[in-house]
């Protein structure tokens, strides 16, 4: 793993990284019916995530790299089981439900990572951890509230879902520290291959979209291969709480790329969404902020 001369080029690095994975959802709203195709979408984000990653670690490690996959254990199966899921359902939100809604359950990730590791890890939630958690709470309550009347009630529980899938994966991490961090994140994208091969085959649907779908699927699962070897790099010399303020720009920037006229999907957030969503971001800067004395460097390696 390539290690950073310059230790200040962390910080741009990691946003770099979530620029990347912020084009995900204007990627996603740019296929054509992506609501009838999520399987083919998965199967091949899936199949590229897992090429790209091990191709990645083949430059990197040479043929050495596939000892990693004797080293997976429990943890790497179910963190790449969990990232798996968390990729599944993103997709199955994003199409239906608004983006902003989407991102904003994904943004709640640190604090069910926090729960999850709470509930499995023993790990210690502090008073101030819980109150980011009510604040958060509420914000998805109150988009809650907006979905249930819009109908895309489905698309924030799937959100959701995303979230936890997510979160799953961070404990994983923690759990075992040993575990090599690539390999689980590939057996994630060969999860959704599989998963989505055995629900098109079994409703006798096409494996393949049209040229255009398959592009952007493609460039989907290129661009979170890009942010993830990005942030592998930098994220071992930035401590846990500024890593979860510089994951923002992932939710504001997928959030802004839809919005944004000229770009072509003017997807404007409702009141509620942009009210529930305050709360969440306001969650996480406090979080934040509490979590300053915790100078843990997170490493994805």
Not at 174 to 195: D, S
Not at 217 to 222: L, S
Not at 285 to 292: A, D, E, P, V
């Amino acid at each position: 793993m390539p290690d950073l001369k310059d230790p200040r080029l962390a910080i741009p690095i990691v946003l770099l990284a979530g620029l990347f994975w912020s084009f995900g959802p204007y990627v996603v709203r740019h296929i054509d019916g992506a609501e009838t195709v999520p399987w083919q979408y998965l199967f091949t984000r899936g199949i590229v995530i897992f090429i790209l990653l091990n191709l990645y670690l083949y430059f990197d490690e040479g043929i050495e790299f596939l000892h990693n996959y004797k080293k997976i254990g429990i943890s790497g199966f179910v963190g790449g089981i969990g990232l798996g899921i968390g990729m599944v359902t993103f997709i199955l939100s994003v199409t239906k439900t608004t983006v902003a809604i989407t991102l904003l359950c994904l943004a709640s990730m640190p604090f069910i990572t926090a729960l999850l590791g709470f509930l499995f890890l023993k790990e210690n939630i502090s008073i101030s951890v819980w109150i980011s958690i009510l604040i958060a709470t509420i914000g998805i309550i109150i988009m809650a509230l907006e979905n249930k009347v819009s109908g895309s009630l489905l698309g924030l529980i799937f959100g959701m879902m995303s979230s936890i899938g997510f979160a799953v994966f961070s404990v994983s991490l923690r759990w075992k520290k040993e575990t090599p961090k690539f390999t689980t994140v590939a057996i994630a994208g060969l999860f959704c291959f599989l998963f989505s091969s055995v629900i098109i085959f079994t409703n006798n649907l096409n494996f393949i979209s049209s040229v255009k779908n398959e592009a952007l699927f493609a460039t989907h699962g290129t661009l979170v291969c890009l942010g993830l070897i990005l942030y592998s790099i930098a994220s071992k010399h930035i401590p846990a709480a500024e890593l979860t303020l510089l994951s923002l720009t992932e939710v504001i920037g997928g959030i802004f790329w839809v919005w944004i006229p000229w770009l072509g999907i003017n997807e404007i957030p409702s009141t509620n969404t942009i009210i529930g969503g305050f709360f969440i971001l306001i969650s996480i800067f406090y979080y934040s902020l509490i979590m300053q004395t915790n100078k843990r460097f997170i490493g994805l390696n």
